[in-house]
């Protein structure tokens, strides 16, 4: 697994691997870091361009598509992303990454029901993977499955205790379930962690605990 460089360092990284593929333009993994690179820097263009060159080089690249797919749903372009997430999973249909994230443009649109099932599936092929769990908390509380989005956000917690996300899911989902005094510990652990708790969500809950 490749480091994630400082932002100090991403100008270097860049040179780096720029180099890299003006030497070896056929470089797949070259041209998928370098639009991860640009990507981080915000250079999101340059970062569309590599990633699409990586898949031109290389039809089975489902880690560029699942990241171009990412910067597309980041802009909007949900379509697109949807598209590149599909055929990630045509190559691959036990990605639970892509399942995730086909469920999240579902969540986007309103079709919650067709999201949940995506993150199901994924937790179903990844049990350990948080991101499907912390969408399921979100998920379910929508529709106000409120058991259900406790469950989700346990698991979440349970896989990482110090998850500043995760904790404040929790505590949202079992606000919703009634059990106040167990939604004040954790999202005091959520503020704690560093989470920026929404203030309308502490009034509320200070107004339940009153």
Same mark, same amino acid.
């Given at each position: 697994?490749?480091?994630?460089? $400082? +932002?100090? #360092?991403? /100008? ?15 470089? *797949?993994?070259?041209? &998928? &870091?370098? /639009? ?27 880690? %560029? ?24 999973? !045509?190559? %691959?249909?036990?990605?639970?990454? !892509? &399942?995730?994230?086909? /469920? ?10 067709? +999201? ?21 908390? %979100? ?6 499955? #409120?058991? $259900?989005?406790? =469950? ?9 205790? =110090? ?8 505590? *949202?989902?079992?606000?919703?379930? /009634? ?11 959520? $503020?704690?962690?560093?989470? %920026?708790? =929404? ?8 107004? $339940?605990?009153?």
């Amino acid at each position: 697994m490749t480091a994630t460089p $400082k +932002a100090a #360092d991403l /100008g270097a990284v860049i040179d780096e691997l720029a180099k890299v593929v003006a030497e070896k333009p056929n470089n *797949v993994m070259a041209r &998928h &870091h370098l /639009g991860l690179v640009y990507r981080q820097a915000g250079r999101i263009d340059e970062a569309i361009a590599q990633l699409e060159k990586a898949i031109e080089l290389d039809n089975q690249s489902m880690e %560029s598509m699942i990241n171009l797919g990412a910067i597309f749903f980041d802009r909007g372009e949900t379509d697109r992303a949807l598209e590149l997430n599909r055929r990630a999973l !045509a190559i %691959s249909p036990d990605m639970a990454e !892509a &399942h995730v994230n086909i /469920g999240l443009i579902n969540q986007h649109r309103g079709e919650v029901d067709q +999201a949940i099932a995506c993150y199901a599936r994924a937790v179903q092929i990844d049990p350990k993977l948080i991101t499907a769990w912390l969408n399921l908390t %979100s998920a379910y509380t929508m529709i106000e499955e #409120d058991v $259900k989005a406790v =469950d989700a956000a346990r698991q979440a917690v349970t896989l990482e205790p =110090d998850s500043p996300m995760a904790r404040n899911n929790l505590a *949202v989902a079992l606000y919703f379930s /009634g059990e106040y005094q167990e939604a004040q510990r954790n999202m005091e652990k959520a $503020k704690e962690l560093g989470y %920026s708790v =929404d203030p309308r969500f502490v009034d509320a809950l200070k107004a $339940k605990l009153a």
